[in-house]
Nanobody, 123 residues
């Protein structure tokens, strides 16, 4: 079955850094565009970054901050999100998402979601 399993969250001091991981199985990971979302307490899901498989293009929703780096290791079926200079507002559940694939020049949309890994930034 399709699975996305996140890890790497936990408690961290403001100003610290974390690298989150998402291990995928049950589908052709290297062909899929993948995204990281986060959900702060009491709020909806917020898109953080997307790594498009076609052309290896990357889009950051807050690219001006420079605090987020999305990457992937297709040999390990793993998507990463590195966060630096963590702030209190970064607290929330970080969720891995399989967006879709391009096959034969056609876009095929999917909605594969992980359960998330919790990040708590606190002093």
């Amino acid at each position: 079955q399709v699975q996305l399993v996140e890890s790497g969250g936990g408690f961290v001091l403001p100003g610290g850094s974390l690298t989150l991981s998402c291990v995928a199985s049950g589908f052709s990971f290297s062909s899929y565009s993948m995204s990281w979302y986060r959900q702060a307490p009491g709020k909806g899901r917020e898109l953080v970054a997307t790594y498009f498989s076609e052309g290896d293009n990357i889009k950051y929703e807050n690219s001006g901050s420079g605090r987020f780096t999305i990457s992937r290791d297709n040999a390990k079926n793993t998507l990463y999100l590195q966060i630096t200079n963590l702030k209190l507002e970064d607290t929330g559940v970080y969720i891995c998402h399989g967006l879709g694939v391009v096959v034969g020049g056609e876009w095929h949309e999917y909605d594969y979601w992980g359960e998330g890994t919790q990040v708590i930034v606190s002093s």
